[in-house]
C-alpha cells in the first residue's frame, strides 16, 4: 500500500511549486481541491487524512466526491471539472514515481469531464461601464485607489488575478507601459490608455510607501486581494445602479469587465481574432472565439450582408376526405 500524505505533500511542494513553478492562483486551486477530497475521503473510509493511502483513492470514491460538490457545495460544473483536473494531475505524477499505483493511475485518467452547456459570455454595454467607473468617490484614497483599478482592469482586459498580482516595477516609463502576466506564465506588455495615467498618477501620489511593492494596497498597506477587488467592484455597481437602471440584477464579476473589453474591442478592430487574442492573452484564437457569439453586432452585420430568398406564396388545397378535414379542424382549435 502506498501512502497518500508524503506523496501529495511531495506533488504540491516540490512537483508544482519548485519543479513546474505554478502561479499562486494554481497552487491554491490545487490545494483547495486536494483539501475538499482528503476530507471527503478520510470521512468515507472512516480514518484520519493522515492514515489514508492511494490505493483506497478509488474511481468510483472520486466520482462520488466530484458528485457531492455539485449536490452538497453546489459548485458548477466548470469547477467540477478542475477538481478532477487537480486529482488527474496528481495521478500523473504518481504513475511515473510509483509503478504500483500505475494501474489505478489510467483508470482516473479515463474519467472524463462532465459537458456543460456553454452560454454566451456575459458583458456590459458601454453606458454600464462608464457608470462603474464613475461610481467611485475620488475625495478619498479608497475611491482613486478604485477607479484606476476598475479602468485599468476594462482597458487592459486583465484577468482578477493579472490585476491583484501587478507590481510597481510592472510600470514602463512615464506609465506608458504595464507588463502583464498571464496564464502559463505567457508575458505581454500593453500600452497604456491615455486617460489612465493621470488616473494611476493620482493614486501613486497618494499610495503608502511600504515593503509591499504590489501596486494596489488594501486597507492595511498589503496587495489586493481577488476577492477584495471583486467586493469592491460589488460597491460601486451598486452605486453605478442607481444611476444606471440596467445594472439592477446584473452579476457583474472582474472578468465581466474582462469581457466587456473583449466585444468593445473587437468591434473597434473590425472583429479581427488575432489582435483581441493578443491584447488579452489567450493561448490560442479558440477562447477568442468565444466572443464572437456574443457580439449581437457582428451577428446583425452577417444578416444584413445575407440576400433573404425569394418566396412565392403558397396556395394550399384543402382536403377532400371528410376524415382529413376532420383532423385538420381539430389541429386549427
Same mark, same amino acid.
Given at each position: ?39 471527503? /475521503? /478520510? ?88 457608470? +462603474? ?7 478619498? /484614497? ?52 491615455? +486617460? ?9 501620489? +497618494? ?30 455597481? #451598486? ?50 472565439? #468565444? ?5 449581437? +453586432? ?26 382529413? /378535414? ?8
Amino acid at each position: 500500500m502506498t501512502s497518500l500524505a508524503p506523496n501529495l505533500s511531495k506533488f504540491l511542494n516540490e512537483h508544482l511549486l519548485r519543479d513546474q513553478r505554478v502561479s499562486p492562483h494554481t497552487m491554491a486551486s490545487y490545494s483547495l481541491a486536494f483539501e475538499y477530497f482528503v476530507a471527503f /475521503a /478520510a470521512k468515507r473510509l472512516k480514518t484520519r487524512p493522515v492514515r489514508l493511502m492511494v490505493e483506497q483513492l478509488t474511481v468510483p470514491l472520486i466520482l462520488d466526491f466530484l458528485d457531492g460538490l455539485e449536490k452538497e457545495r453546489d459548485n458548477s460544473v466548470r469547477t467540477r471539472n478542475l477538481r478532477l483536473v487537480a486529482i488527474k494531475s496528481f495521478f500523473r505524477y504518481l504513475e511515473f514515481r510509483v509503478p504500483a499505483c500505475l494501474e489505478l493511475a489510467q483508470q482516473v485518467h479515463a474519467i472524463p469531464e462532465k459537458r456543460f452547456d456553454r452560454g454566451v459570455v456575459k458583458s456590459l454595454a458601454l453606458e454600464e461601464v462608464q457608470a +462603474i467607473l464613475n461610481a467611485p468617490d475620488t475625495r478619498t /484614497a479608497n475611491g482613486v485607489r478604485d477607479r484606476a483599478m476598475l479602468l485599468l482592469t476594462y482597458a487592459a482586459g486583465l484577468r482578477v488575478s493579472e490585476l491583484v498580482g501587478l507590481k510597481l516595477e510592472d510600470l514602463g516609463h512615464n506609465l506608458e507601459t504595464v507588463h502583464v502576466v498571464g496564464k502559463g506564465r505567457r508575458e505581454r506588455v500593453l500600452p497604456m490608455w491615455g +486617460i489612465a495615467k493621470p488616473l494611476l498618477r493620482e493614486w501613486l501620489a +497618494i499610495r503608502q510607501n511600504g515593503p509591499d511593492q504590489h501596486l494596489f494596497l488594501n486597507s492595511r498597506g498589503r496587495g489586493m486581494t481577488r476577492h477584495g477587488f471583486a467586493h469592491r467592484l460589488e460597491v460601486h455597481v #451598486t452605486t453605478a445602479s442607481r444611476t444606471v437602471p440596467s445594472l439592477v440584477g446584473k452579476q457583474v464579476s472582474p472578468h465581466v469587465l474582462r469581457h466587456s473589453c473583449a466585444l468593445h474591442t473587437l468591434d473597434a478592430v473590425d472583429n479581427d481574432l488575432r489582435k483581441v487574442s493578443m491584447y488579452l492573452g489567450h493561448a490560442s484564437l479558440r477562447s477568442t472565439e #468565444t466572443y464572437v457569439r456574443g457580439d449581437p +453586432i457582428e451577428r446583425l452585420r452577417v444578416l444584413a450582408a445575407r440576400v433573404p430568398p425569394q418566396l412565392r406564396k403558397g396556395n394550399f388545397k384543402r382536403p377532400s376526405d371528410p376524415l382529413m /378535414a376532420m383532423l385538420g379542424g381539430l389541429k386549427r382549435v
